[in-house]
């Protein structure tokens, strides 16, 4: 079973940033793309950004200029910096691995809280 490890979730205040680290159990190039997603209290979970092992990167239209999804191959980590934070940023961030087009394996999620 793969476990991925969320961090990086904090309070912070509008327009501040913060960076969110995931680490698989597994080499990130064991999967065809990873990727952040976001759940906001009543709404439905998004992807917010993903990355493909060939470094193919996607964003969610409403982060593309402030959002960078990145990764560090030496230390088996895929990041999420998160620049100009606002208020509807705010949820829990759950990092996901996919072998093909579903998504396979979600970690437990770690929660940014965006003050305004």
């Known amino acids: 079973q793969v476990q991925l490890v969320e961090s990086g979730g904090d309070l912070v205040q509008a327009g501040g940033s913060l960076r969110l680290s995931c680490v698989p159990s597994?080499?990130?190039?064991?999967?065809?793309?990873m990727g952040w997603h976001r759940q906001a209290p009543g709404k439905q979970r998004e992807l917010v950004a993903g990355i493909t092992a060939g470094g193919s990167t996607n964003y969610l239209d409403s982060v593309k200029g402030r959002f960078t999804i990145s990764r560090d191959n030496a230390k088996n980590t895929v990041y999420l910096q998160m620049n100009s934070l606002k208020p509807e940023d705010a949820g829990e961030y759950y990092c996901?691995?996919?072998?093909?087009?579903?998504?396979?394996?979600w970690g437990r999620g770690t929660q940014v809280t965006v003050s305004s």
């Open positions: 996901a691995a996919r072998y093909s087009r579903g998504w396979d394996y």
């Open positions: 597994r080499s990130i190039f064991s999967f065809a793309g």
